[in-house]
């Protein structure tokens, strides 16, 4: 799964990340932060493409039904890619709202001796991340339910399994264009998201600081990225 990531760059780094073409059509809709260990229920950009432009949008990160709010149901913040387009929580928002949220890596966890051991998994290049993801936000309409977005996450696969089972699903920048574009139609969106997410030899992972296990406004710079020793 994903349960937490690092998002420190800006819109304009991840859009030129994107195409250098259509970075120059970018607007930006409410606020974020730099931060290098986001959690659920924070609001890292999210971005959609909307008339043809690019959307960053602060949004939060979690998602549940309206009656799932009014019983105050712990949100949802990951969706399975098997069962995004089919299932009930999830296939209203594959057809008018898949989303990319950028990012330079993400957390994932062990157990060691019984404390929790993050990792912090990332590309081999020095390349952001795009990972796929659904959103019940719509630009330009007035929305009185609770509104966020989650991940698309797959089977981890060879090599990345001994960290976690369940990774993001992970896309090309062309991918990850196509994707958004919802003029893709919902067969290709399906086929892209279930088929040509970054394969796991691209990424590296390290074990790092425990400190990432706290959230904390306090706790949140470029050092929990810093690997440390198998003694640490």
């Known amino acids: 799964m994903c349960g937490r990531f690092e998002q420190s760059e800006t819109p304009r780094y991840y859009a030129d990340a994107l195409s250098a073409h259509i970075s120059e059509q970018l607007r930006t809709l409410g606020d974020s932060s730099p931060s290098y260990n986001v959690a659920p229920g924070q609001r890292p950009w999210m971005i959609m493409l909307h008339n043809g432009e690019l959307l960053f949008i602060g949004m939060n990160w979690g998602y549940r039904t309206p009656q799932e709010a009014t019983v105050k ?19 209203h928002m594959f057809r008018e709202g898949r989303v990319i949220i950028p990012a330079g890596g993400w957390y994932e966890w062990t157990v060691e001796n019984g404390k929790k051991q993050p990792w912090y998994v990332t590309k081999r290049t020095d390349q952001p991340i795009f990972m796929a993801g659904l959103t019940n936000f719509r630009p330009d309409v007035e929305q009185t339910v609770e509104t966020g977005f989650v991940i698309v996450t797959e089977d981890s696969g060879a090599g990345m399994v001994d960290v976690h089972d369940r990774r993001p699903v992970v896309l ?3 991918d990850a264009l196509l994707w958004i574009n919802l003029d ?16 796991t030899e691209q990424f ?6 425990r400190a990432v296990n706290r959230v904390d406004p306090n706790n949140n710079g470029k050092h929990l990225l810093t690997p440390v020793s198998e003694s640490g």
């Open 73 to 91: 149901t712990k949100p949802w913040i990951n969706a399975r890619v098997e069962k995004a387009l089919t299932g009930r929580y999830f296939r």
């Open 184 to 199: 893709t139609p919902i067969e290709e969106a399906a086929y892209i998201a279930q088929t040509r997410s970054i394969p």
């Open 204 to 209: 590296v992972w390290w074990k790092v600081d």
């Open 172 to 174: 090309q920048p062309e």
